[in-house]
């Protein structure tokens, strides 16, 4: 099961359609239209992807283990905070609530990405992956957006990992 | 709830002194010095307290949101404390702008071996090598249906731990130590 934050309005959206959501908080600007490229180019790079996925999952596991949303909605890039409220964020992520994944290990996990973290042509750095939590694993899919110097995130999705055991 | 167990919401966010910032946040009744027990708390869990709740602080002080850190805390604490008693108490260390964040890729360096003490408290105590300046941390948690929650939050800068420190001592080695300088 995939969650995502949703826009106000929608719900119960098929996957495709979620995606689309998610895609739509995405903010392109004008003549970004390269290539995508490697995200990681050096080790302060390296520790930055570390730092931000580790920093958001500790949000959202905070957000589920106290239902307040707020912090990870107030960390979040402006047009996912004008497109989602934290109710919004409470009723998509109800169900990772509900089955009590205990994502506090991603404080110290080492993540496996299922491929290499990007910066797309949209300059959104996305970064996917699975983490090894118990007693299921999770799979991760993150995009940030750059605002005023920070990364700032513009989408999650967090879902319990296919590969069985969670890899 | 007895009135042994009631406990004062302590701010004491002390002034710069140089570049040295005190945050302080504590529950009046833990400032006694703890009676250590024999039994060491799972090094994973400590890690994972340590690094979370410091994340909490962060991102509380960078968004001036602190109700999720509150909402974090043990019953007792949140019972005689509000979110603007956290924002006031952590004021100066968000308005220093220190980036905690490195606590999540940085190995802990406890400077007392972490605990829990005869009232069940877990204390974790040390030194964080951020950059530019270092951090000093004490941080105490409380079991409350079966996890730990903060009880009591301690972050300052602290520039005097730049350089790599010695290995800490356990407790007990450390009071030696001292009675041998004097």
Redesign the interface.
């Known amino acids: 099961m995939r969650m995502w934050p949703r826009r106000r309005g929608r719900g119960g959206c098929a996957p495709a359609v979620v995606i689309a959501a998610l895609l739509s908080v995405i903010v392109v600007p004008a003549g970004a239209q390269q290539q995508a490229r490697p995200a990681i180019q050096n080790e302060g790079d390296k ?1 930055l992807i ?2 931000l996925l ?2 958001t999952l ?2 959202l ?3 589920n ?4 949303y ?2 990870l909605r ?2 979040a890039s402006p047009t996912f905070q004008q497109r989602n409220t934290a109710a919004d964020l409470a009723l998509v992520f109800a169900p990772l609530r509900r089955q009590n994944i205990d994502l ?2 991603a ?2 996990l080492q993540p496996q990405f299922a491929q290499a973290p990007v910066i797309d042509q949209g300059n959104m750095l996305r970064m996917s992956g699975t983490l090894s939590t118990k007693p299921v694993g999770v799979d991760f899919d993150l995009a940030f957006q750059f605002v005023s110097g920070s990364w700032r995130l513009s989408g999650i999705s967090i879902a319990r990992a296919k590969a069985p055991g969670g890899r | 709830m007895p009135r042994g167990k009631v406990l004062a919401f302590v701010i004491a966010v002390v002034g710069v002194v140089g570049a040295a910032l005190i945050a302080y946040v504590m529950l009046a009744g833990q400032q006694a010095q703890p009676q250590r027990s024999a039994i060491p708390p799972d090094s ?1 869990l400590v ?2 307290l340590l ?2 709740t410091v ?2 602080v ?3 002080n ?2 001036g ?1 602190y ?2 850190l509150h ?2 805390a043990a019953p007792a604490f949140r019972e005689k404390s509000n979110t603007a008693d956290l924002a006031l108490a952590f004021a100066p260390l968000r308005q220093q702008k220190l980036d905690l ?2 606590v ?2 940085l190995e802990p360096n406890f400077t007392q071996k972490p605990a829990i003490d005869g009232q069940n408290t877990l204390r974790l105590v040390g030194t964080l090598q951020s950059k530019p300046v270092p951090v000093a941390y004490e941080l105490a948690f409380q079991t409350v249906s079966g996890s730990w929650r903060w009880s009591a939050i301690a972050i300052r800068s602290a520039p005097q731990a730049a350089a790599p420190p010695a290995p800490a001592p356990p407790p007990s080695a450390a009071v030696q130590d001292r009675s041998a300088e004097r």
């Open positions: 520790q570390a730092v580790r920093t500790i949000a596991h905070q957000a283990v106290t239902g307040n707020t912090i107030d960390l506090a290990p404080a110290l | 994973d890690t994972i690094r979370t994340v909490a962060h991102q509380a960078i968004t949101n109700t999720v909402d974090l964040t490195p999540v890729l």
